[in-house]
């Protein structure tokens, strides 16, 4: 009798190297834009984004073969879904080609490169256009709250929150506290970079905001708390705006390269990635990560994920990190998920100025959520972007001296879905 076969599970996934996808181009909006004031739909802003993202990356619409659309909420901030039709919008040419839209919460931009990524290293494509948008700025603030509470477990937890996400991190803030000790000065210094980052950036939401001496202390008149332990000035930006990116195939790329007069090699490329889920609701979480290191163990295999795959071995083997920042405590968890400092320990990052754009590991130099802004479905590819634009040299203001690998970590919900990509180029 022949034995059983037995199925292989998730774990004994393959953790080898990525193949070989470059970053051809892309472009993002201002994200201090308020696209309902100045008239403007998502859809005529999505047709904005993926015309002057062509134009940036000296495209023609002829040239993709395939769209990916990273969305959370527009079904309900505009009552909008299915934005793969919006494609069509953009150039006749791409009337018949095929699209999706992935939706994984704030982490859905993410997930929709990596579905284009997996197309194009299966052989379907050779060039994918990603976008990532969202429009919430057309609704008040606690409306807004109310569908973005919509990636909690809805009737399960923070029933009674105003706000659901400062309540769940606040939650993390006090885990923290509990755990190892937390001080809102590390919290707060953490928002003050971020804030003064994105001054030198042209797109971010906040670069013309001005803070007084007490903006980034525990100081209820000028850093009022909005749930728990989080602070107005910890938070991440309600944000209208989008961004693409065009990936290529190894082949697809040299043409491009060859074509421009320009080295393959100095085009980026997403080297390795990681993506990792866990239960849907926050308190779920810690009891599956119980008696691990690390809060969020599945986030911290997320981003080895990534350098594994890309054959990276250390964190100093990294020159900058964009990573997810909705909070200031989500930054401060994520600081020792990376392997920056030990569980615990992320005071120590700050307190050494080690996450500042002149540190030996800069965080967020486009100002991240806090500084830049945080359209939900559009931040992943925003990181992406960000990304090869560092190790490519052309990040402008924000630009790390000499950043030729860089890492993104992007989360949906309190962690339920994680993502991190390495970017770099190999001249």
């Not at 919006?86 to 006749?92: R, T, W």
């Not at 029933?159 to 809102?184: C, I, K, M, N, Q």
């Not at 990681?274 to 009891?287: C, T």
Request: hydrophobic letters at 40%; one cysteine or more; charged letters at 20%.
């Amino acid at each position: 009798m022949q034995a059983k076969a037995v199925p292989v599970g998730w774990r004994d996934h393959k953790l080898g190297r990525a193949g070989v996808v470059y970053v051809i181009g892309g472009w993002q909006s201002d994200f201090s834009r308020n696209w309902a004031r100045e008239g403007v739909t998502m859809p005529e802003a999505f047709v904005e984004t993926v015309r002057t993202g062509l134009e940036a990356s000296r495209l023609d619409a002829a040239d993709i073969e395939t769209g990916h659309v990273g969305n959370f909420v527009g079904d309900l901030f505009v009552r909008q879904g299915l934005l793969g039709g919006l494609f069509a919008y953009v150039d006749p040419v791409m009337n018949g080609m095929p699209t999706a839209r992935h939706e994984a919460a704030c982490a859905s931009g993410s997930i929709a490169v990596l579905a284009a990524m997996a197309e194009i290293e299966a052989g379907r494509y050779d060039m994918a256009c990603v976008v990532g948008i969202e429009q919430m700025r057309n609704v008040d603030g606690r409306t807004a709250a109310e569908y973005l509470g919509a990636a909690a477990y809805t009737g399960r937890e923070y029933a009674d929150a105003t706000y659901v996400w400062p309540r769940a991190f606040s939650d993390l803030a006090e885990e923290y506290d509990h755990r190892w000790g937390l001080s809102y000065d590390h919290l707060g210094r953490i928002a003050e970079i971020n804030f003064a980052n994105a001054r030198a950036n042209p797109n971010a939401q906040t670069r013309r905001w001005d803070f007084g001496p007490d903006s980034f202390r525990a100081d209820d008149a000028a850093n009022p708390v909005v749930e728990g332990r989080t602070r107005k000035n910890d938070c991440g930006q309600v944000t209208d705006g989008a961004a693409v990116v065009f990936l290529a195939s190894a082949a697809r790329a040299a043409d491009y390269a060859r074509q421009h007069g320009i080295a393959l090699e100095s085009l980026p490329r997403i080297s390795g990635w990681g993506h990792r889920s866990s239960a849907l609701a926050y308190r779920d979480k810690l009891r599956l990560g119980a008696g691990d290191s690390h809060v969020f163990p599945h986030l911290r295999d997320t981003v080895n994920d990534a350098r594994r795959r890309a054959g990276v071995t250390s964190v100093e083997q990294i020159d900058a990190v964009e990573l997810h920042d909705c909070f200031a405590m989500t930054e401060y968890m994520a600081i020792d998920h990376l392997g920056i400092t030990a569980p615990g320990e992320g005071w120590k990052a700050v307190e050494d100025g080690v996450i500042e754009k002149g540190g030996r590991l800069p965080i967020n130099p486009s100002g991240g959520l806090i500084g830049l802004g945080h359209p939900v479905g559009a931040t992943g590819v925003r990181m992406v972007l960000d990304a090869a634009r560092q190790v490519a040299g052309q990040a402008g203001g924000c630009q790390v001296e000499g950043a030729r690998r860089v890492q993104t970590l992007n989360i949906g919900g309190s962690t339920t879905t994680c993502a991190s990509f390495i970017v770099e180029r190999a001249a």
